[in-house]
């Protein structure tokens, strides 16, 4: 097996796998576009607060980081739905002791290319791909450089220059495609002391357009507004000092008092845009392949992009450990995956939809409450999609299958039912036995928690 590896991109999963494949002994250089941020003073402690589940806690205790990298993180228990006139409704994620951590994108980063470098992989910053060519396997930097690869894995994320060589050079067999959602971000800041609960998501649910905070360790707020690009309410329409105050007294007037610079940030901040990239092949041969946003872009409302990445991280490992070349290991990994990215990004485009709109829902919260009763009287066979894809390890796409199934159970359990103590527990239990256990039982699925 090829010992030589490159990789193309120092984020979040290129990093995690250059520690993960140096614990092998494989020879590791990785090549990435920024300069070191660590090194970045001026930016430091400002970044996006990701959430990390059942699959990425699982790629960090296989690359024995759990501990550490717990201490990065802020415990979430729940969602604290904001309404326009301030009331606030608590939604746990699941049972007591189910729990999701929340962790300072830049700060995971940096701590992954600390042990990555520290466990022998070679960092190349300010090392921007340009071209490659996939003959003679060599490689081209903006800087002028050439250098040549044996194996390359491209972690460059969803802009992606591997991928995007990959179809410029082979258009017959390659292709992609991008879905843009309607609505871009923009990221603002809650500074501490507030009266927010740090436990909580913060959902503020506006039908077209929301915004979400999660806690820091220092408990100040790192807030994402999603708004739509154009439309009544837009980042086309609000862009003046009035038209941005009047947008959050009308709709976010509770977090107004907590967040003195929510004008400044609003103005300064860029917009994000946010979409899903599916690619058709994710090897070429045995010696390319790509890895988390590259390969599978998603939107952000399961909270799955980064856990998603590194459950590539853990599948490619595990398959490494059972093949006897990187050909094998490649092809199955591609096979494995690829549906697996394609239903965890069907699944988020759902909760943007969830998230935005649902929560507020009366009929939507009935169901959850109905849901969480499943979970509890029936903990051996009933945890909610959410909760699998969130606490378990079973595979998106079985998750996927499953939600359709509870969907019916659900549905037919919430016909003309006006309120959760009139559930008919024998009705469930009936329903289950009936329809959802076979499924199960067809498709082999347990629930493997993860420690949460
Ligand atoms: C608002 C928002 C909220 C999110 N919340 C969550 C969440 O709660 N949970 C979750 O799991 N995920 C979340 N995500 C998704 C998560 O951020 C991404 O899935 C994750 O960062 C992908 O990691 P990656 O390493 O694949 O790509 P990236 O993190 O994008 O890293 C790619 C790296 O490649 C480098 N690079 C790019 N081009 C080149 C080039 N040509 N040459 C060399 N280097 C290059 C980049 O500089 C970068 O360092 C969120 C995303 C957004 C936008």
């Not at 940030?265 to 070429?284: C, E, H």
């Amino acid at each position: 097996m090829n010992r030589k590896i490159t990789i193309i991109g120092a984020g979040l999963v290129g990093s995690l796998w250059a520690l993960l494949l140096r614990k092998k002994k494989f020879e590791v250089d990785v090549y990435e576009k920024r300069s070191d941020i660590r090194l970045d003073v001026e930016n430091s402690g400002r970044s996006i607060n990701l959430i990390v589940t059942s699959r990425g806690l699982h790629a960090l205790e296989q690359a024995g980081l759990m501990s550490q990298a717990l201490n990065l993180c802020v415990p979430v228990y729940g969602r604290m739905i904001h309404s326009v006139s301030g009331d606030l409704v608590y939604q746990p994620y699941g049972q007591a002791n189910e729990r999701n951590l929340s962790i300072s994108r830049t700060s995971l980063n940096k701590f992954l290319m600390t042990e990555a470098e520290k466990a022998g992989a070679r960092f190349h910053f300010e090392h921007t791909l340009e071209s490659m060519n996939f003959h003679d396997k060599s490689m081209n930097f903006t800087n002028g450089q050439k250098v040549d690869y044996h194996l390359l894995f491209g972690t460059d994320g969803a802009g992606s220059l591997v991928r995007k060589n990959l179809i410029k050079a082979f258009p017959l067999d390659y292709s992609e495609k991008t879905e843009w959602l309607n609505a871009d971000y923009k990221e603002l800041f809650l500074p501490h002391p507030n009266s927010l609960d740090t436990k909580a998501l913060h959902i503020w649910p506006r039908g077209s357009h929301m915004m979400m905070a999660l806690a820091n360790l220092d408990g100040s707020f790192t807030v994402t507004l999603y708004l739509p690009q154009k439309g009544p309410v837009s980042f086309e329409s609000v862009r003046s000092d009035s038209e941005i105050q009047q947008l959050f007294s009308g709709q976010y007037a509770d977090s107004l008092p907590l967040m003195p610079n929510f004008l400044n940030d609003f103005k300064k901040n860029p917009q994000g845009a946010l979409g899903t990239v599916r690619f058709s092949n994710w090897i070429y041969q045995d010696s390319v392949c790509l890895m988390g946003d590259a390969s599978h872009a998603i939107v952000p409302f399961f909270g799955q992009g980064m856990n998603s990445g590194f459950e590539d991280c853990t599948q490619l490992l595990e398959i490494l450990n059972q093949k006897q070349t990187w050909f094998e290991t490649l092809q199955t990994y591609n096979e494995r995956q690829r549906p697996n990215a394609n239903a965890i990004a069907d699944m988020a485009i759902e909760n943007w939809v969830e998230m935005s709109e649902k929560v507020a829902d009366p009929q939507f919260l009935l169901r959850k409450k109905v849901e969480s009763i499943l979970e509890k009287k029936f903990p051996e066979i009933f945890k909610s999609r959410y909760g699998m894809v969130t606490y378990t390890l079973v595979p998106y796409q079985l998750v996927q299958k499953a939600g359709i199934v509870q969907n019916q159970i659900l549905k037919e359990l919430c016909h003309n039912l006006s309120s959760v103590e009139n559930l008919s527990i024998e009705n469930a239990e009936k329903l289950l036995k009936n329809i959802y256990t076979p499924f199960l039982n067809e498709h082999k699925i347990e629930f493997k928690m993860n420690g949460l």
